[in-house]
């Protein structure tokens, strides 16, 4: 039973727009979360995190937001670029050794 | 140079046959970590590792098995390869539990 889903297998967006990335999750002792990029015929490499005492993180072009009662992340990157085009990853850990993760998003970034 | 390397980087064999990926980290982190990544299924759990000589199954570690004799290296074995394991394999490594894994570049294993 997937306890982190992403549902968008793909998105689309124009360069320089807004891309919003989404993430739930159904355990609510999940207290730390990450998002991981992938590029093709390479591992994951993170991007950034949040801890479930924040409801926001700010690393340059990238923000994560969480919202803690509704069991949602977000990942929002602005201004868009075509470097971005990539798979993105959620994952979400009890404090414990595991991390579980989402199944995806394919993100292309239209010059 | 520092960093996190698999090998090999493909493989393709055959049903029954027993295979290792290896996979070999320089920053003495103390965790390591073995994914698989499938479609519709995003990267899970396999094994990991707290320490040296210290392993524990994830999500999914029935028909593998994994060794920690030394810190920097962290072995998975497939004993009797089935095409369900089928898959590109990641590992990974971090220095303390709760904190954002490093990865390989992936073994993508093919099994016939």
């Known amino acids: 039973d997937q306890q982190v889903k992403q549902n968008s297998p793909s998105l689309s967006v124009q360069e320089g727009r807004i891309s919003i990335l989404n993430c739930d999750y159904t355990?609510?002792?999940?207290?730390?979360f990450l998002w991981y990029k992938k590029y093709p015929a390479e591992g994951p490499t993170f991007l950034i995190s949040i801890s479930s005492i924040k409801d926001k993180n700010e690393d340059g072009r990238f923000t994560v937001f969480l919202n803690k009662s509704a069991k949602h992340l977000s990942l929002h990157i602005v201004p868009s670029q075509p470097g971005d085009s990539a798979v993105y990853f959620c994952?979400?850990?009890?404090?414990?050794?595991?991390?579980?993760f989402g199944t995806g998003t394919s993100l292309t970034v239209i010059p | 140079d520092a960093g996190i390397t698999q090998s090999p980087r493909y493989k393709i064999t055959e049903t029954g046959r027993q295979v290792t990926l290896m996979c070999h980290q320089t920053w003495s982190h103390s965790y390591m970590f073995w994914y698989r990544q499938d479609l519709g299924h995003g990267l899970r759990l396999i094994y990991y590792?707290?320490?040296?000589?210290?392993?524990d199954k994830g999500e999914v570690p029935d028909g593998y098995v994994v060794s920690r004799s030394k810190t920097e290296n962290f072995p998975l074995t497939l004993e009797s390869a089935t095409r369900s394991q089928t898959s590109v394999y990641f590992c990974?490594?971090?220095?303390?539990?709760?904190?954002?894994?490093?990865f390989g570049d992936g073994t993508r294993l093919s099994i016939l």
């Open positions: 990974a490594s971090s220095g303390q539990s709760n904190q954002p894994q490093h």
């Open positions: 590792s707290a320490a040296a000589d210290i392993t």
């Open positions: 994952a979400a850990s009890d404090a414990g050794n595991q991390f579980y």
């Open positions: 355990n609510s002792m999940f207290d730390y």
